[in-house]
């Protein structure tokens, strides 16, 4: 997930749950465009970074939120 640092965004993408872009549009733009470019010319590494923001969202699902809370 790519998205600007408003809302809860940055804490999750500082838990690996996503990366942040700038909030400018034509920084935003040129940011995505960039990025997206780099992770398909780049298989392998766009591979780790799902599987990593894969295994991160999961501590965020709200079956181990409770879970967590709850001890």
């Given amino acids: 997930m790519i998205s600007t640092p ?3 965004f940055p804490l999750r993408a ?5 990366i942040i872009a700038p909030i400018e549009s ?3 733009k040129k940011f ?3 990025t997206l470019r780099y992770y ?6 766009f591979k780790e970074k799902c599987r990593d923001i894969q295994n991160a969202a999961r501590q965020l699902d709200w ?5 967590i809370g709850s001890s």
């Fill in 32 to 34: 995505v465009i960039e």
């Fill in 63 to 67: 079956q181990n939120v409770i879970a």
């Fill in 40 to 45: 398909k010319d780049n298989h392998d590494i």
């Fill in 14 to 18: 500082s838990q690996g749950v996503g």
């Fill in 6 to 8: 408003v809302g809860d």
């Fill in 26 to 28: 034509h920084k935003y």
